[in-house]
């Protein structure tokens, strides 16, 4: 008999965001990763026979045998029990025996009642229960919920009282910090596998064959290491990643792979359980690397002057003396890293850029996993860096559901949206996201269908426009900001303004705005190549502003109201700023 016991963690976002500091969801995000390395080395132990996924907040245990029922259920209470004190989260858990699946049994049939048992188990939750009153009680200084259990020293001498669970995410964010910088320093090692960037859909033409690729490769591992040995920390605050733009704004990314779950059920009635193994492992590990070759190039190409500086007291190991380091931070702070879903801190002005990368080394690293046509979305929200962490998450839940929308609609293609949080509260009114577009990060030829099992209204477009024209290119936007980015910044300030007015597209409006382009010197030979490639943008897509083209076409759409809307975030790293 064979049964495979289903766990999906509840409510996970409130269990990774309990801290309302930000140094600490790093910790939360990768407390749930060791969490699922113990669960499989616990279901060893239990006699498990394999352990076909464990990603992100789902796992998926197989046991076999004549006591593969009670091996499953004694799995289960330990499974409970373990999850509960070492995260603080609750997890629901439902088993399916083979003798439940309908006609004759097969792992794909096996999977599919294990999820069907996991749902019920979900909707019908715990039985109520009076929580315990505990007057008197400290709670923790991290996350207000739970009631002290620790105390922690700083070399300050300051004492910070926390719970076992904040406790324990401080030391695993520590240990994620040198894990991570250390996976950053061994991607360009010349011992280490093929870079996932070469082999990425917009990665560009990758490095060249034979001994010049290995060389390329040495010089840039030399050069990596060099910036590392300065840039030895990941940020604490989100204002220090602030710092790096001109206003104080960071930006938030979120991704998520396109039609997966077809994916994992394709494999699993392909291949099994060994098909959804391998799956699972390729997409566990392709969110950290393209994050990590992502976070690599951008070391690389910025000036280390322009990293985020630290200084902080700690104390010896050896002799408890207090002593004062200082260093560079890394500007990107991984969140959530749970396979596709990825949630991270970068700097605002290379927001884009990062994006395009990061989905290049994805697919790449799919792609070398032998998974191709992988694509996924992206979100973008640009924020002060004193806003909450939380509500930029809820906001870029919105814009990635709007990203994946546009996407099902060409094709499934890999798309970004963005969001920009404005930065007042007016009449008690929270802020609200700015409208911008959405763009195509990447269109590879083999791009997946739309899912087969998307379910009613998953499958239409975005707008009615949508259905019949390309994404506009991000590649495009980023082309037109290079060749406009020696104009001065108060003509594109003026040129932005006149797309507000309420007289858009009279004439006496055509007059102003090709007034306004003349005086900010878009008739020279540099501009006419931009205003060439905003005509091409959007097309007639509906929400794109029609205006006279910039080379003097009239009623040409363009997306020069986007381009403004996002000039200071489209920038590429170790380009300089020629603006006046």
């Known amino acids: 008999m064979r049964v495979l016991l289903a766990a999906e963690a509840d409510h996970i976002q409130d269990l990774i965001f309990r801290s309302s500091r930000l140094r600490e969801v790093t910790g939360g995000s990768h407390a749930l990763e060791t969490f699922w390395a113990r669960a499989e080395d616990l279901a060893r132990l239990h006699g498990a026979r394999s352990v076909p996924v464990k990603a992100g907040g789902t796992l998926r245990v197989l046991f076999e045998g004549a006591e593969a029922g009670a091996a499953a259920d004694a799995f289960e209470r330990d499974l409970r029990d373990l999850y509960a004190i070492r995260t603080g989260g609750h997890l629901s858990v439902a088993c399916a025996k083979e003798g439940e699946a309908p006609q004759e049994p097969a792992d794909a049939r096996l999977e599919s009642a294990a999820g069907l048992a996991l749902l019920r188990a979900k909707a019908a939750g715990d039985p109520p229960a009076a929580s315990p009153h505990m007057p008197w009680v400290q709670p923790c200084a991290s996350c207000g919920r739970d009631p002290v259990s620790a105390a922690v020293e700083h070399p300050d001498d300051s004492v910070e009282y926390l719970c076992g669970v904040c406790h324990d995410r401080s030391h695993l964010r520590d240990t994620f910090q040198h894990e991570f910088l ?5 991607s360009a090692s010349p011992a280490s596998p093929a870079d996932p960037m070469d082999a990425g859909a917009g990665a560009g033409a990758g490095p060249p064959d034979g ?3 290995g060389a390329a490769r040495a ?6 290491a060099a910036v590392l040995a300065e840039a030895n920390a990941l940020p604490r605050e989100s204002e220090e990643v602030g710092a790096m733009d001109a206003r104080g704004r960071v930006a938030y990314l979120l991704a998520d792979g396109n039609g997966f779950g077809a994916r994992f059920e394709r494999a699993t009635r392909e291949g099994g359980f060994t098909g959804l193994t391998k799956l699972s492992r390729a997409v566990a590990k392709a969110g950290r690397t393209a994050l990590v070759a992502a976070t690599a190039e951008l070391l690389l190409r910025l000036p280390a002057q322009s990293l985020p500086k630290y200084e902080e007291e700690t104390r010896r190991a050896d002799t408890g003396a207090s002593e004062v380091v200082s260093g560079l931070r890394v500007p990107v702070l991984p969140l959530i890293t749970g396979g596709d879903d990825v949630f991270a801190l970068v700097p605002a002005p290379w927001a884009f850029w990062f994006a395009q990368r990061f989905a290049d080394a994805f697919t790449g690293a799919m792609d070398g996993a032998g998974f191709t046509g992988t ?9 002060k860096g004193t806003f909450p962490y939380r509500m930029a998450h809820r906001v870029g839940e919105e814009a990635l559901r709007d990203a994946k929308r546009a996407s099902r609609a060409h094709g499934g293609v890999s798309a970004v949206r963005a969001a920009e949080l404005r930065d007042t509260v007016s009449h ?10 959405v763009f195509a990060l990447q269109a590879p030829a083999d791009a997946p269908a739309p899912d087969e099992g998307a379910g009613p209204g998953e499958g239409t477009p975005a707008t ?6 390309p994404l506009p290119s991000l590649d495009a936007l980023m082309g037109a900001r290079a060749g406009a980015g020696a104009l001065p910044r108060k003509r594109l300030h003026q040129v932005e303004a006149l797309f507000s007015a309420s007289d858009l597209g009279t004439p006496e409006w055509t007059t102003r705005l090709e007034h306004a382009l003349e005086r900010a010197r878009l008739r020279d030979e540099r501009a006419v190549g931009a205003a060439q490639t905003l005509r091409g943008l959007g097309g007639g897509k509906k929400g794109w502003i029609r ?8 009623n040409a759409a363009n997306a020069t109201v986007d381009l403004l809307h996002l000039w200071d975030y489209l920038q590429e790293p170790g380009t300089p700023e020629t603006g006046e």
């Not at 250390?182 to 061994?186: A, D, G, K, L, S």
């Not at 694509?375 to 924020?383: G, I, N, Q």
């Not at 205006?547 to 003097?552: Q, R, V």
Request: hydrophobic share 40%.
């Open 182 to 186: 250390r996976e950053i320093r061994n």
């Open 211 to 213: 001994e010049d690729a």
């Open 219 to 224: 010089q840039r591992s030399q050069r990596l």
């Open 375 to 383: 694509t996924l979305c992206c979100a973008l929200v640009f924020a």
């Open 428 to 437: 008690g009114v929270p802020p609200l996201p700015g409208e911008v577009g």
């Open 464 to 469: 009615q426009a949508d259905a019949g024209e």
């Open 547 to 554: 205006a006279p083209a910039l080379a003097g076409a009239r």
